[in-house]
């Protein structure tokens, strides 16, 4: 069972979406693709440009997240060669470490023949990452709206709206989101816990039945976004003006410093684009551009135990 070989590909994902903190994500074709077979000796291998600086010995996010996986299963912890090939910025907001945690925790599943639900995969990625929003998008795919009860993640995905996109700004600076959490405060009023559920409310009603022309009005955030400001230099201008450039909605990306714009698909967005990029160079501030299409699989798993694709 654990002698074979086991890939998996896993969507890279947004988190909040504006006011939707630790509760919203979406996923994107933007992927990490993670490979385990069982061998004598663990070797961690590192492929592209975007994994530099990633440990390659047994202190390595994914082997420990396999490991814990088998303990969890009641087996021993295999050794492993693992190879990790990843097109998704790391630290960036974009859901790297959610996306090493989910591909390590399907691929030690398969490999160890499936003792957990993909529900309790999530849950255990939750457990993991503290909050469900990338992980639940990198597991799923689409969009994720799901809450942290006592000893259950509750879940509902939805598909995406027609057309929906993305535009992304990635500075060409990291930051991790400890740091980015670290800034909020631990008290908020009335009138920003009200702002947060009711923009949240609609927000999630609007991607639910397709009225993307909400999102302008339902992304605006009282509750994380003003106090990353100073985190994300640029960030401010964004999120205020990105809809007068044809953008539906702007946010920060998860804990930043990715500033994410939603955009109608078959609209050009050089424009937005000018704009965002030159609103990050004013600051000093250089950055990659991609333009994102929603990923609607979630994590892909792809098995061969003895030669045999299954
Ligand atoms: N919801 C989290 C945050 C996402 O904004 O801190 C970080 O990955």
């Known amino acids: ?22 509760t919203l994500g979406m ?9 385990f077979e069982a061998a004598d000796e663990t070797i961690i291998r590192l492929h592209g440009s975007q994994l530099e600086g990633i440990a390659t ?40 470490s959610a996306s090493a945690i989910v591909g390590a925790l399907v691929a030690a599943n398969e490999l160890a023949g ?56 990635i500075p060409d600076f990291m930051l991790s989101t400890s740091k980015s959490r670290d800034v ?13 559920s009711s923009h949240t409310g609609v927000l999630v009603a609007a ?3 397709g009225q993307l022309g909400l999102l302008k009005s339902a992304m605006k955030d009282v509750l994380h976004q003003p106090y990353r400001v100073p985190l994300v230099p640029g960030l401010e201008a964004i999120i205020e003006d990105a809809t007068k450039y044809g953008a539906l909605g702007a946010a920060l990306s998860g804990a930043g410093p990715t500033i994410i714009a939603l955009v109608d698909q078959r609209n050009s967005t050089a424009k937005l684009e000018a704009f965002m990029v030159n609103a990050l160079a004013e600051q000093g501030i250089a ?22 694709t299954r």
């Open 1 to 22: 069972m654990q002698n074979g070989k086991v890939t998996v590909k896993v969507p890279a994902s947004t988190a909040n979406l504006g006011p939707g903190f630790d």
């Open 27 to 35: 996923a994107f074709q933007l992927y990490t693709t993670i490979s």
């Open 57 to 96: 010995d047994k202190t390595n996010l994914i082997y420990k997240v396999a490991a814990d996986l088998f303990e969890q299963a009641g087996l021993s912890v295999p050794e492993l060669i693992i190879d990790i090939d990843s097109d998704v910025p790391l630290t960036r907001g974009l859901g790297s």
């Open 114 to 169: 499936k003792p957990f639900t993909t529900d309790e995969l999530f849950s255990m990625a939750t457990a993991r990452e503290g909050h469900p929003d990338n992980v639940g998008a990198s597991l799923f795919g689409g969009i994720i709206v799901a809450l942290m009860d006592e000893d259950d993640v509750p879940y509902v995905r939805l598909p995406v709206p027609e057309h929906l996109g993305a535009l992304v700004v």
């Open 184 to 196: 909020l405060p631990s008290m908020y009023s009335r009138h920003d816990v009200v702002h947060t």
């Open 207 to 209: 991607l639910a039945t």
């Open 287 to 308: 950055c990659t551009v991609m333009n994102l299409i929603p990923d609607t699989q979630g994590v892909q798993v792809e098995a061969c135990l003895s030669g045999v």
